[in-house]
C-alpha cells in the first residue's frame, strides 16, 4: 500500500497529514528516508517509524453486537416469507456475517462482523468459548429436575453437558434458569431441556464470550468498543491485531529493551 496510506490508519491521522510527516521528513522505512512523496511498503514486512516510534499495523475490521428478537431467522435468504435478521438491519450489516446462529424462537446477543479468522475460531471447539442463556422452563424444576438438567443428555450420537446451569427463581408458573454451554451445537439447550422433562418457553442469550447484552434493547445493535473487540480475538487465542513482523519479539534487542524502558 502507498506510505500515507499505512500511516494514516498506524498513526491515527489523516492522508494530508501523513503527507506533511513524509516532507518534513519525520518517517523512516527500514531505517531510511523514503524517495518521493509515494512510495509503497508492505505493512507485513516494512518497519516504518514516525519520529523515531514504530508504528503498528491494524487491520480495520468492523463488529457489532445486535438484540435479536423472536421471529426473525439468522439467515441470509427468507424461508417461508420470514424476515431475516440482515433484512432487519439492513445497511448495518452490508458485508457482514453472522457468528454463529439462534433459531427463530430464540433472542438476544448475536455478533456480526467482517473478520472471517475471528468468526471461525470464536465458533471452532476447540476454543470453548462460554455463552451464557437466561432460560424460562416448565415446570419450575425442583431438586431432581435440576440434577438432570445438569447431567447433560445424549445429543446426535454425542454426550453433552452444560457447564453450568443455575435456579435463578419463579416467574408465573415457570422456572428462570441461568445455562452455561461451552459449544453452540444447533438448539441444544432445547434438546437438553427436554431431556430433562422440561419445556423451553422462552430462551435469550445474555453474554457472548466476553460480551455482555447489557441494556441493549431488542432490535437494537451497537458496534463493540475497541476493548471489547480486544477482548473478544483474545478469547479467541489471537494476539493484539498487528501482524507478525511488527510484534516486539520481531525487533532488535536495542528496540525491545528502549520500548520496555531498560
Do not use: C
Amino acid at each position: 500500500m502507498r506510505l500515507n496510506q499505512f500511516l494514516a490508519r498506524a498513526g491515527a491521522g489523516s492522508r494530508r497529514e501523513a503527507d506533511g510527516w513524509i516532507r518534513e521528513g519525520r518517517v523512516r522505512i527500514n531505517g531510511l528516508p523514503p524517495t518521493g512523496m509515494g512510495p509503497t511498503v508492505d505493512p507485513l514486512r516494512d518497519r516504518i517509524t514516525l519520529d523515531g516510534t514504530l508504528l503498528v499495523w491494524k487491520e480495520e475490521h468492523r463488529y457489532l453486537v445486535y438484540n435479536k428478537p423472536a421471529g426473525l431467522l439468522v439467515s441470509r435468504r427468507s424461508q417461508g416469507g420470514r424476515q431475516t435478521v440482515f433484512e432487519a438491519l439492513g445497511e448495518q450489516v452490508r458485508g457482514l456475517h453472522a457468528v454463529g446462529r439462534l433459531d427463530l424462537l430464540s433472542e438476544g446477543l448475536l455478533l456480526f462482523t467482517d473478520d472471517g479468522q475471528l468468526a471461525e475460531a470464536l465458533l471452532h471447539p476447540r476454543t470453548g468459548l462460554s455463552r451464557l442463556y437466561r432460560v424460562w422452563v416448565t415446570p419450575v424444576p425442583d431438586a431432581s429436575g435440576m440434577r438432570a438438567l445438569r447431567a447433560g443428555a445424549e445429543i446426535d450420537g454425542e454426550e453433552v453437558r452444560p457447564s453450568r446451569v443455575i435456579l435463578e427463581g419463579q416467574e408465573r408458573g415457570r422456572g428462570m434458569l441461568l445455562v452455561e454451554i461451552l459449544e453452540g451445537k444447533k438448539r441444544e439447550i432445547r434438546l437438553l431441556a427436554r431431556a430433562a422433562g422440561f419445556h423451553v418457553d422462552r430462551l435469550l442469550r445474555v453474554q457472548f464470550g466476553p460480551i455482555r447484552l447489557g441494556s441493549l434493547p431488542p432490535g437494537g445493535a451497537r458496534p463493540l468498543t475497541e476493548a471489547e473487540a480486544r477482548g473478544l480475538r483474545q478469547s479467541a487465542g489471537f494476539p493484539e491485531a498487528m501482524p507478525p513482523r511488527m510484534r516486539d519479539d520481531t525487533l532488535p534487542q536495542a528496540t525491545r529493551s528502549r520500548r520496555r524502558g531498560r
